[in-house]
C-alpha cells in the first residue's frame, strides 16, 4: 500500500515533472529552496490543482490521471493537508475548524464534533475547544491544523512548510510535539520543508527537488555522503548528530562525545559542517582544545574543486576538503584519519 504520484504539469515558468512514492508509515521528506516547486507538488497530490501528465495514485486508486479523464476533488480524497500558515478560519471556534474537513465530507454535525473534541484532547486542546484561532499560540495552531488533518482518518498525510511559520525559540519544541504525533499516524506522510534539521528529525527518507526535478533521493545520511551536486551538497551537506547534551559536552547513542561551545543540558542536535572539518593523518597538536576523532575514510567524492570524505567510527561523518588537500594528505579509502572540529563552530539546537 502506498501513494504513487508522476507529476508533470506547467505553471508559469515551472515545468514540474517529478516521481514520488511514500510507502505505508513511512515520511519522505521533499527538500528544495523555494521556487523549486516543493509547494506545487503538494498542492497537486491535495487535489488542489490538477496534473496536465502522469498520475497520482493512493493504494492503487487513481485520484488524477489525466489521460483516462479522471480527477478525484480534493474533499473526496483520502488526503489531510497541514498547510504552512495553517490557514484557520478565524470566525470559527478551534472545534468547527477541526470539525469542518469531516463537515465537508458530510458526516452529521453531532459526530463531527465529537471525533473533533477526540482529536483536540488528543493534541492536549481540549480546553480550547470553544476559543478563536486568534487566542492560540504558534504551536497550538499547528496542532489544531494537526488534528483538522487528521480527524478525517485520512491515508496520506501531507504537510507544507509546519514549522515555518514559527520563531526559532518556538521550533524546536514544536518539531518534538509533531514527531510525537505523527508517529501516530500509520499512513503515508509528505513533508515540504527547506530545513535539513526537520528532515532529519522528522523522516525516514528524503527527496531533493531543484528546478522541478527530483534531483537525489535516499535517507539524509546518504544524499549528505554522495551529493550530486554542488546544490545538494549546500542544502543537505551537513552532518547532523543526534545526543544528550550535559556540562557542555554531547553524548551519542553510541558513545561519542562533542563538545560544544553553549547549549542547555537535555537531548539536542548538533550540526557539523563539512567544510569545518580538518583532516590529519596524525592526532593533531592542541587536541585537548578540540574535539578530535579518528575514523577510517570510506569513500571520497570529487565535486569541483573540493572533494567530500566519508569517515566511519564512533562517530561517522563527512569532510570536506580542497584538491589540494586531498593530494597533500594523498588520502585513499580504508586510510585511518584524525576529524578535529572546533566547539565553536558547531551549532545546537534543542531536539
Known amino acids: ?90 470566525h470559527m471556534t478551534v472545534l468547527e475548524n477541526v470539525a469542518f474537513g469531516l463537515r465537508a465530507r458530510n458526516t452529521p454535525k453531532a459526530d463531527a464534533r465529537r471525533r473533533a473534541h477526540e482529536w483536540l484532547e488528543r493534541v492536549g486542546l481540549a480546553s480550547m475547544a470553544r476559543d478563536r484561532p486568534r487566542a492560540l499560540s504558534g504551536g497550538q495552531a499547528q496542532r489544531v491544523a494537526l488534528a483538522r488533518a487528521l480527524a478525517t482518518d485520512p491515508r496520506v498525510l501531507l504537510l507544507d512548510e509546519p514549522l515555518a511559520a514559527l520563531d526559532a525559540g518556538t521550533r524546536a519544541a514544536v518539531r518534538r510535539d509533531l514527531r510525537q504525533h505523527l508517529g501516530s499516524f500509520a499512513g503515508m506522510r509528505l513533508l515540504v520543508t527547506h ?45 547532523l548528530v543526534s545526543g544528550s547534551v550535559e556540562g557542555g559536552v554531547l553524548h551519542t547513542e553510541r558513545g561519542a562525545a562533542v563538545v560544544i561551545a553553549d547549549a542547555p543540558n537535555g537531548l539536542s542536535f548538533a550540526v557539523l559542517r563539512p567544510h569545518s572539518l580538518t583532516l590529519t593523518r596524525e592526532a593533531p597538536a592542541g ?20 572533494a567530500r570524505v566519508g569517515i566511519e567510527g564512533l562517530l561517522p561523518l563527512t569532510a570536506e576538503i580542497t584538491l589540494a588537500a586531498l593530494d597533500a594528505l594523498a588520502l585513499r579509502p580504508g586510510d585511518e584519519v584524525y576529524v578535529a572540529a572546533k566547539a565553536t563552530d558547531i551549532e545546537v539546537y534543542p531536539a
Open 195 to 239: 530545513d535539513p534539521i526537520d528532515a532529519y528529525a522528522l523522516a525516514d527518507r528524503v527527496a531533493v527537488l531543484e528546478g522541478g526535478r527530483i534531483v537525489q533521493s535516499g535517507t539524509l545520511a546518504e544524499v549528505t555522503a554522495h551529493p550530486r551536486s554542488r546544490y545538494v551538497a549546500d542544502l543537505v551537506g551537513v552532518n
Open 1 to 90: 500500500m502506498s501513494l504513487e504520484a508522476s507529476i508533470g504539469m506547467q505553471v508559469g515558468t515551472l515545468d514540474l515533472r517529478a516521481e514520488l512514492t511514500v510507502a505505508d508509515g513511512e515520511l519522505l521528506a521533499l527538500l528544495g529552496p523555494n521556487g523549486a516547486g516543493k509547494s506545487t507538488a503538494l498542492r497537486a497530490l491535495a487535489g488542489l490543482r490538477p496534473i496536465h501528465e502522469g498520475h497520482i495514485r493512493v493504494d492503487g486508486t487513481a485520484l488524477d490521471d489525466p489521460a483516462a479523464n479522471t480527477f478525484v476533488p480534493p474533499e473526496q480524497r483520502p488526503i489531510g493537508v497541514v498547510f504552512q500558515d495553517y490557514l484557520l478560519f478565524d
Open 287 to 306: 587536541a585537548s582544545s578540540r574535539n578530535v576523532w579518528d575514523g577510517t575514510i570510506t569513500d571520497i567524492d570529487r565535486l569541483g574543486e573540493r
